[in-house]
């Protein structure tokens, strides 16, 4: 038996090796192959299960597998490899560049199957990469960085779901995690309870950081390195509350309450499909703490179908292409490497804020100077609006159709003391008007003086441009400026259509 760098035991002789909770390789190669080159593959990568990660070792079984696929051949040779690099073309080379370390350890390591001439034919070659950063260089709307309002569009959506029932309270968690924190879902998945963090700062209120396991690093076992984040309370409180209920779902399947410090060690993100394997709490220990110390965790993929499922339920909309916005954990973390270099941070702490060991991933976003953010403005804004579908209220034609329109104090007025629209909640609200534009409980009345709103709120913009204030101050309101612009669209549809039923009328009285 075999050790996997993360603990998992295989047999180097099966057809498929577990390297931990996420990776199960198969070892079944396309076609006949040379047996001495079929057994220096597996020797060689029996060495990278060991020392190197699951998803590394994973990848070169993909690459050599690719290779014999591609070229046909049954072992490793000068004239196959210098034709499978003339059909890969410049734009696909990097997938021999991914092989090419495989193929000189392999040598190195002296295993059968793989020759000097080989070797050397790879150490004379200069294989270009793949291309980083595309997405984030040409921001694109579908896999590039969110801008500002598909980011709050995104949140403002997900705040009101999960209240809602909309989407589950562990899918809307991790949602929050990825855009709060633009850590690797692989890191995400590794969270314990006591990388929650609370501290009290030097003023007497509350700080709140989170400890995230580091991944990629060359050596580490699971949760062997970690990187303090600091966060926002409400990420805290979320992620807090989300540990709770895994405490709660393993105590259920010990039947008993655990002590404070196992309790600690217990997954924010559970594997709940591993419930089954636990009786007690001995087996709870072996789980957490013996040579395979990420099964209770949740897998990657399931935190993939996770953030699916919110893809499918959200009703964010951005307001560059008018359709739904399209989730990915990528996307958050261009996201946040594209904001800090707007804001003119260097590679050095993007490097360190996107958890990354060096500058050299970083370049796309210090080299690109494209401006991603939309610029809303009066000449613009009415345009972007349809896309952006940001009043998510409802229309009523006057406050008598509103809910709770004979409560006067549902009446909700602008800036200048004149009612806009109707509340529809009954439970406490402290928001303002401005907040109303966003809320699904807000009830616009169609005559009301929305253009009065939005027209303070474009010379609160020019005020703040004029002030010399920078563009995160001048650009803070754009969400609820075309919330606001969508809103006096839709009244203006609304009041045409009633002014052509009305001519209908008088021409059928006529």
Known sequence: MVLSKDGYKFKPSDSHWQLNKDVRI????????????????RSTLIRYAEEASARHTSNMVTMFRRYLRDTGATHVTE????????????????RLGALKGFLLAWYD?????MSKEVSDLLEGWRIAGNEKGAAVAGGCPETGPFTDLEMEALFNWANQAVVQGEV?????????????TARRPVQIAALRGRDLVEESSKGGGKLYRLDVPRAKQRGSKFRGAFRSLPILEDLYLVLRSLHRQSVAAISAAVGQVLDPELANEVPIFLNRGRLGNITEVEELRAFLFGDTPDVLHATTSSLAISLQRCGKASLARSERTGEFIRLSANRFRHTRGTKLRREGFG?????????????????VYTKNTAQEAVI???????????????????????????????????????????AVGTCGNYGFCAS??????????????????????LEDLYAEKDRARDAGCPDVIVNANDQLILAVEHCVQICDEAKALEAVDSGMMASDHG
């Open 168 to 180: 589950a309270f562990e899918d809307y968690a991790y949602l929050l995690a990825l855009a709060m």
């Open 347 to 363: 590679a050095l702490v993007i490097a360190e804020l996107l958890d990354h060991s060096d500058t050299q991933n970083v370049s």
């Open 376 to 418: 809303i403005d009066r000449h613009i804004g009415a345009q972007l609006a349809p896309f952006a579908q940001a009043c998510l209220g409802r229309l009523v034609r006057s406050e008598r159709e509103a809910i709770r329109g004979d409560d006067p104090r549902s009446r909700v007025p602008n800036s200048r003391q004149n």
């Open 26 to 41: 198969s070892l079944v190669l396309p076609g006949p192959i040379d047996a001495a080159t079929e057994a220096g593959f």
């Open 109 to 113: 390591y002296g295993f059968e199957g």
């Open 79 to 94: 004239t196959d490899l210098i034709n499978w690099r003339a059909n890969l073309g410049i734009d696909k080379q990097w």
């Open 432 to 453: 303002g008007f401005r907040a109303c534009y966003t809320c699904y409980h807000f009830q616009p009345w169609m005559h009301g003086p929305h253009r009065e709103v």
